[in-house]
């Protein structure tokens, strides 16, 4: 028997358990995975600027 990716509700056509309205069958991370390392390269300033009229 071949294992179906689909939820439940999908197949049976009916409205998600929990309200959802779209999902995904591609799980890119789990719980407890190391984080990727991200970010900007070199120092960073932020500045406010107001007035930009």
Do not use: C, Y
């Not at 998600?16 to 300033?45: A, H, M, N, Y």
């Amino acid at each position: 028997m071949k294992q179906s990716n689909w939820p439940e509700w999908i197949t049976a056509e009916k409205e998600s358990p929990i309200g959802r309205q779209s999902f995904t069958s591609w799980r890119p991370w789990k719980k407890g995975d190391p984080l990727l390392e991200s970010g900007l390269l070199g120092p960073v300033t932020l500045r406010v600027m107001q007035g930009m009229e």
